[in-house]
Each structure stands twice: as structure tokens, then as C-alpha cells.
């Protein structure tokens, strides 16, 4: 057996012998509790002025009066579980959810398998990444579909569909774009909804472009939706970034110069100015250096030396705060491993 | 040539243009407001793009039996089940207000199959992935950071600074110190430094990148950089 397997081995074997100890001592471990709740809703009466085809509003209503009924379950507490079976053995409100048991302790295994990666690459580590790629690719399609294209795409394109199925609040408008009998140029709405109409079919046809990429041939159609947002991002860029962080920053660095707090006394004055003097010069001396087409030399020189200790400083602290940023992660997992799954420590007082 | 290099090159300037002129000329403000939804559709449909370059990739590694096919079909096989799970919002109740439209619930939920997804899987290893990083951040930092000269000890004392200003030994190290020297504090030195100098530095790098992106903005628009039609090609 090689020096890696053993060690794999040991790991192995004193988790194991860990997670036993934990399961038969105190609560136990690593369980998720959820109550019972109950949705039940009854459409109001509408008024008697209201159109026919008006959308119907829904209110709660006790269960026996219910048109629609379902059942939720929300966590909770361990402690609220063990406080209900206190009260009432054997009840049936507050009990132990399977799959978000099974959920936890599949998280904690997947947590484990990419800190293994701390000692050596292996199976485990490669699986979880593996894991990783597929969810996170599927997960933001899935969030980009239902959140950009069906409320945006869909409900401009196909506004029947969308109220019936996802957003019965969506108003249908009164225009068709294959009935052009239907287009009342006079009426108020119907620049708007030719607008989106246009941009919306436009995004749809840009769209379908560039899935061309995928086919063997005329890879070249994809460069006519990228042309699009390469122009929209230089468009909007140019004029947003110039406006937030060229005008505003250099406006913040002026201003910040002088005190806005009256009544103070020169001294007070004078330290109430210094950081805002010195954000001053940093921002100045940095721009120096930043400057290539003068060369480096006297003031310029020594101001481009200047900026370089506020970069070094910027980057210093840059770095410090990054750092507590993942330790501060890498606290909150280890935290999720001995308090949620494993039971060790209670820091909320979750379990009594 | 016309079709791949002359029309993009003319959907690029006029919808650059769009944009900008639609930010100060109020009359064609909905312009721009089109361009940017039709923005948000393409890059969602972009997503599309990805999966179907995930698939093909990793089909083919397991249709050649690369080295490591088995991690291909895992992550195949993870991406189809999200998938499927999150486009059909398997599991998820309707709206409470719209309980007759079955797909008005949202997806993402707690308690639904796409939720568990999320809550059980996606949040906890990104998150365990990027607490990673702190291991080979400090290491790399440990073998990287030298005092050789004033800019690198000025780097090194800051991270310092910044580092223990944020943990409860800051705090404890310089308790000690009188109420007129407060500011020497290492909770209120981090947060001084912070609020200076990594303002002034941020400030100028924000600056600097603005100015950089304006001018390939401009450059882009008037058509003189042609570089990301690919082959080359600036003006």
C-alpha cells in the first residue's frame, strides 16, 4: 500500500469512527426538520361592473372553502421538532424531511471530496468538479430562460401562451402582427407595442443566428448576433462608464476635498481635510503613472513614484480584504460541516 | 467578405451608435431602451450556445472513450437533470396569487427539486470552491511576497494591516492603546487605510480602465478597431 493510500485510509477510517460517535451520542446528527403548512385560496367575487374576461384575484380562505389546495413544507429548527414531540408525541406538524436530510449529508460528502483536493488530486475531488460544471451550466440556462426569455421574448411573442401558463396578470394586446386590421396606428398603445414587437422578433432572429456556431457550416451567420452586442456593449460603455466612473469619481475626489461641517476650528478644519487631501494627491499621483506618453522624469517622475506606493497600498489591502473574504467562506463551510451536519457545535442554539 | 466582415462591422457602429446617441437625445431614448432588452435576450439565448458546446464536448469525449470519460458523463448527466428539473419546474407549486396558471411559481423555491439543487449542491461547493482559494492564495503569496524594496514592504505592511484589522486579534494586539493614539488601532488603521488610500488607488484605476474603455468604444464605433471580427485587423 503506497504512503497516499494509507493516508486516504486513516482519513477515511477516523471520519467514519467520527460520524459514528456522533450518531449514537446527544441528538445525534445531521437532520433537517420541516412544518406543515396548507394554501388555500378561493377566487373573490368579482364586482359586478367588471369586464368578463377580467384576470380573477385569489384570496386565503379556510381549508373546507378551498377551490385550490396544496400543502408546503418550510424548515425549521431541530429544536422546534423535539419541543413539538415534547407536547404531542407521534404529531405529525413538525417531522423530519428525507430529502432535505438526504440533501445536507449529499452536500457535506461533495464539501469533503473538494477539500480533499488540499492533499492530492483524486477521484472524488474530480467527480464533485465534474458535478460542479453540469449544474452550474444547466443552472444559469435554466435562470436566463425563466427570468429573461419567458417574461421578455415569449410574452412579447407569444402573449396567449404566457398568460395562460406562467402570468395570468399579462395584459394581451390588442394588435396583432399577422392581422394587420387589427393595427390602430391612432391609439396610444400601439407605438409601444410595435417597439417591442420589432425588438423582441429582432432578438429572436439574432438569437437563432447564433446557435448557428453549432453546425458544421457558415460559422460566419454567429458573427452577425456578436456584431450586435459588441456594438451595444462599446454604445453603452462609453457613455455609462465615462458618466459613473470618470465624472462622478473625479467630481468625489474634488469635493471630498473640502469639509462640508461648519463651525470648526482651524485645526479641526484642517484634520477634517486631510483624508479628502489625500485621496486628492493619490488619485493625481496614480494618473501619472498611469501616463505613458510623457516620459517619467522630474515632477512627473516623482509624482508616478508617488502613485506607485498608493497602488502598492491599494493592492496591499486589495489583497488583505480578498483573503478575509475566502476565510470568512472557508469559516462559513466549516461552520455548514460541525454545526449543521454534524451536531458538534451549536452557535444558534438550533437544537436547545 | 461583405457578409462577414462589412455587415457585422456596420450592425456593430449602428447599434454602438444607437446606444450612444439614445442616451442624450430623449426622442429615440426607447431606441436604446430596445437595444438593451434585445441584449438580454441574445446573451440568455447565449446560455443555450454554451449547453450545446458542453454537450458536444464531452459526447465526444465519451464517444472516443477519452481519459476520464466517466467525469463527461457526470457532468452530462447532472447538467440533463437540472435541466430538466429547472425548464419543467417539476415539483413547484403554482403562485398563491395565480394558482390557475401552473408554471406561475417561481423555481427556484426552497423545497423544490430545482431549490434542492441549488441549496444542497450549486451554493455549497461554489462556495467550498472559492473558500479554497484561501489555502493557495496565501500560499502563493507566502512564496511570491518579497520585502526587496519601499513599494513591495508598502504592499506587504498593508495586507498586514488590512488582515489583522479584520480578525478579533487586531482588536486584542492594539487594545492597549491609549484613546489619543486610537487611530493607530489596527481595526481603525485597516479601516483608515481602506478609506484613503484604497479609495485614491481604486479611484485612478477606475478612472484609467473608463478612459481605456471610452476610446475602444470610439474605436469600435468608427470602425478603426476591427480586432474582434477576428484575423486581425485594426486600422
Not at chain 1, 237 to 266: H, I, K, W, Y
Not at chain 1, 332 to 338: G, H, K, P
Not at chain 2, 38 to 55: D, E, H, P, R, W
Not at chain 2, 124 to 130: C, E, K, N
Amino acid at each position: 500500500m503506497t504512503r497516499q493510500r494509507l493516508t486516504w485510509l486513516v482519513l477515511v477510517v477516523l471520519f467514519a469512527g467520527l460520524l459514528a460517535w456522533r450518531g449514537f451520542t446527544g441528538h445525534g446528527l445531521g437532520r433537517v426538520y420541516v412544518e406543515r403548512g396548507e394554501v388555500s385560496l378561493a377566487r373573490e367575487r368579482a364586482p359586478a361592473d367588471a369586464p368578463a374576461a377580467s384576470v380573477p384575484r385569489w384570496r386565503s380562505v379556510p381549508v373546507e372553502q378551498a377551490e385550490v389546495r396544496w400543502t408546503t413544507w418550510s424548515k425549521v429548527p431541530p429544536k422546534a421538532h423535539f419541543e413539538a414531540e415534547a407536547r404531542d408525541p407521534g404529531q405529525d406538524r413538525v417531522v423530519l424531511s428525507w430529502p432535505r436530510t438526504i440533501g445536507l449529508w449529499v452536500a457535506a460528502f461533495l464539501t469533503l471530496a473538494i477539500f480533499s483536493f488540499l492533499y492530492a488530486d483524486n477521484p472524488a475531488y474530480r467527480f464533485t468538479e465534474a458535478v460542479v460544471v453540469g449544474v452550474s451550466a444547466a443552472y444559469w440556462m435554466v435562470v436566463g430562460f425563466w427570468d429573461v426569455v419567458v417574461p421578455k421574448l415569449l410574452a412579447t411573442l407569444m402573449p396567449e401562451t404566457v398568460q395562460a401558463m406562467v402570468q395570468p396578470t399579462l395584459k394581451i394586446p390588442q394588435f396583432s402582427p399577422w392581422w394587420p386590421e387589427t393595427w390602430d396606428t391612432a391609439s396610444d398603445a400601439f407605438d409601444p407595442w410595435l417597439q417591442q414587437w420589432g425588438a423582441m422578433a429582432l432578438a429572436l432572429l439574432l438569437g437563432l443566428m447564433l446557435m448557428w456556431r453549432l453546425l458544421p457550416r457558415g460559422g460566419w451567420i454567429a458573427g452577425w448576433p456578436l456584431a450586435f452586442i459588441v456594438g451595444v456593449t462599446a454604445g453603452r460603455r462609453m457613455v455609462t462608464q465615462v458618466e459613473s466612473d470618470l465624472m462622478e469619481q473625479a467630481a468625489s475626489t474634488m469635493q471630498s476635498v473640502v469639509p462640508t461641517a461648519q463651525g470648526l476650528s482651524a485645526w479641526d478644519w484642517a484634520w477634517a481635510a486631510l483624508p479628502g487631501v489625500l485621496v486628492l494627491v493619490g488619485v493625481v499621483c496614480c494618473l501619472c503613472y498611469f501616463l505613458f506618453s510623457v516620459q517619467h522624469r522630474g515632477v512627473v517622475g516623482g509624482a508616478a513614484r508617488v502613485g506607485v506606493w498608493y497602488l502598492m497600498i491599494t493592492f496591499g489591502a486589495a489583497f488583505g480584504f480578498t483573503v478575509m473574504g475566502r476565510i470568512a467562506l472557508l469559516a462559513d463551510r466549516v461552520e455548514f460541516l460541525f454545526d449543521d451536519w454534524l451536531w458538534i457545535i451549536d452557535p444558534n442554539h438550533l437544537r436547545g | 467578405m461583405i457578409a462577414r466582415r462589412v455587415v457585422p462591422m456596420a450592425i456593430a457602429i449602428v447599434a454602438g451608435l444607437v446606444m450612444a446617441v439614445s442616451y442624450f437625445v430623449r426622442s429615440i431614448e426607447w431606441m436604446g431602451e430596445a437595444a438593451a432588452d434585445v441584449f438580454n435576450v441574445i446573451a440568455a439565448i447565449a446560455f443555450v450556445l454554451g449547453a450545446g458546446s458542453l454537450l458536444k464536448a464531452n459526447l465526444s469525449a465519451i464517444s472516443r472513450r477519452d481519459r476520464g470519460w466517466g467525469y463527461a458523463a457526470v457532468t452530462l448527466a447532472a447538467f440533463l437533470i437540472t435541466l430538466v428539473v429547472g425548464m419543467a419546474k417539476i415539483g413547484v407549486n403554482p403562485s398563491p396569487d395565480a394558482p390557475q396558471a401552473a408554471w406561475s411559481g417561481s423555481q427556484q423555491t426552497a423545497g423544490t427539486p430545482f431549490g434542492w439543487i441549488y441549496e444542497f449542491i450549486l451554493s455549497p461547493l461554489t462556495a467550498t470552491m472559492f473558500a479554497l482559494l484561501a489555502f493557495y492564495v496565501a500560499s502563493a503569496a507566502f512564496r511570491a511576497f518579497r520585502a526587496k524594496n519601499t513599494a513591495a514592504v508598502l504592499l506587504l505592511v498593508t495586507a498586514f494591516v488590512v488582515l489583522l484589522g479584520r480578525t478579533y486579534a487586531g482588536v486584542v494586539l492594539t487594545d492597549w492603546m491609549p484613546a489619543w493614539a486610537s487611530g493607530l488601532r489596527l481595526e481603525n488603521l485597516s479601516s483608515y487605510v481602506m478609506a484613503v488610500f484604497g479609495t485614491a488607488g481604486n479611484r485612478a484605476i477606475m478612472i484609467g480602465i473608463a478612459l481605456g474603455v471610452a476610446a475602444t468604444g470610439l474605436r469600435i464605433l468608427l470602425g478603426l478597431d476591427r480586432s474582434w471580427l477576428g484575423g486581425g485587423g485594426s486600422a
